[in-house]
């Protein structure tokens, strides 16, 4: 089995990450390998991190604090998740109120019915 991105920010193969890239699946993924390298290298050299300028541990712990590697993570975890629809609805719910804002939704339950797709950084044209 492929080795996963890194098991706290990213527990994904490139395998199962590959069907949510619609662009440059191959750019994306290097992004986050060469992320998850330095910060693991780095911690290798330095396991305490006390005296050690900030300015120096900026790039190797980036994913420490890169939402693109949250937003992945969250995202992919609530879709493959089993109750993901339950998921998504509260999730909703909490950020635009009890109904979708949409013509012709009247329930979030509609708005998530279907063969839902997840996308992670889609391009989306500006008009």
């Not at 662009?23 to 050299?45: N, T, V």
């Amino acid at each position: 089995m492929e080795d996963i991105i890194d098991k706290t920010y990213l527990p994904f193969t490139t395998d199962e990450l590959k069907p949510h890239f619609l662009l440059d699946f191959e750019g994306q993924i290097k992004y986050y390998r060469e992320s998850a390298y330095r910060y693991h290298e780095f911690m290798e050299k330095h396991p305490k991190t006390d005296g050690i300028p900030l300015k120096a541990a900026m790039i190797p712990r980036q994913i420490e604090k890169d939402e693109r590697f949250w937003t992945i993570t969250a995202t992919k975890s609530i879709y493959d998740h089993q109750s993901r629809t339950n998921m998504l609805k509260q999730l909703l719910i909490k950020a635009f109120g009890l109904t979708p804002a949409i013509a012709n939704l009247d329930t979030w339950e509609k708005c998530l019915d279907g063969d839902l797709q997840l996308y992670n950084e889609a391009w989306l044209p500006l008009s």
